[in-house]
């Protein structure tokens, strides 16, 4: 059974830093794009970072740039999200999704296979 699961997420002090994994079973992640959404309470699931099969990431969210890396460990089949600077506006669920394909899209109707997420609060 193809599953994915995060973890990491967890209470954050402004300028802090959090690494959120996401880990697979069932399936070898260097074999889909993975991709990190976002969804903060009474907002659209937003698009956050995504890694191709053949290594090529894409950052989508503007207000992360420059704080966020994305990297992929195929011995531990977990993709990892290094969030850095961390902000209020930050806090929000984070889930990995994965799709078949060797492209990454923001688009959240792209990826067929969804992690159950974990929270991300940043406060002081």
């Known amino acids: 059974q193809l599953q994915l699961v995060e973890s990491g997420g967890g209470l954050a002090q402004p300028g802090g830093s959090l690494r959120l994994s996401c880990v697979a079973s069932g399936f070898y992640l260097n074999f889909y794009s993975i991709a990190w959404f976002r969804q903060a309470p009474g907002k659209e699931r937003e698009g956050v970072s995504c890694i191709t099969i053949g290594g090529a990431t894409t950052d989508y969210a503007d207000s992360l740039k420059g704080r966020i890396s994305l990297s992929r460990d195929d011995a531990r089949n977990t993709v990892y999200l290094q969030m850095n600077d961390l902000r209020s506006e930050d806090t929000a669920v984070y889930y990995c999704?994965?799709?078949?394909?060797?492209?990454?899209?923001?688009?959240?109707?792209?990826?067929?296979?969804w992690g159950q997420g974990t929270q991300v609060t940043v406060s002081s």
């Open positions: 999704a994965a799709n078949e394909r060797d492209w990454c899209s923001s688009d959240a109707s792209m990826y067929g296979h």
